[in-house]
Nanobody, 126 residues
């Protein structure tokens, strides 16, 4: 399964990089996404990157311009670099794998992802 890491407690304005390691030999074939869930709220889309070279990337409106998603197929890892963190970024962050291989597009829909990590908690203090 997917394993996230890199979460922690930071202050407003700090940066943090999350990592998500995927097992197996099919990592490069699938788009990957990051989602987050704050206490009492629904899970929301953060960012997604298409398969292979990651030519297609999209971000949720709340993180656009502050977060960067990337992938390293040699390491079977997808990253989420977060800058200028705000208290409203506090949440458990999950990575997920798109269920459809070799898809040029990316999805913001939870149902399009069929493998999920256990999540890593990010807390941003004011």
């Amino acid at each position: 399964q997917l394993v996230e890491s890199g979460g922690g407690l930071v202050q407003t304005g700090d940066s943090l990089r999350l990592s998500c390691a995927a097992p197996g030999r099919t990592f490069s074939r699938h788009g990957m996404g990051w989602f987050r869930q704050a206490p009492g709220k629904e899970r929301e889309f953060v960012a997604a990157i298409s398969c292979w070279s990651g030519d297609t990337i999209i971000y949720g409106d709340s993180v656009k311009g502050r977060f960067t998603i990337s992938r390293d197929n040699a390491k079977n890892t997808v990253y989420l670099q977060m800058y200028s963190l705000k208290p409203e970024d506090t949440a458990v962050y999950y990575c997920a794998r798109d269920r459809t291989p070799w898809k040029a597009s990316v999805s913001v829909l939870l149902d399009d992802y069929n493998y999920w990590g256990q999540g890593t908690k990010v807390t941003v203090s004011s």
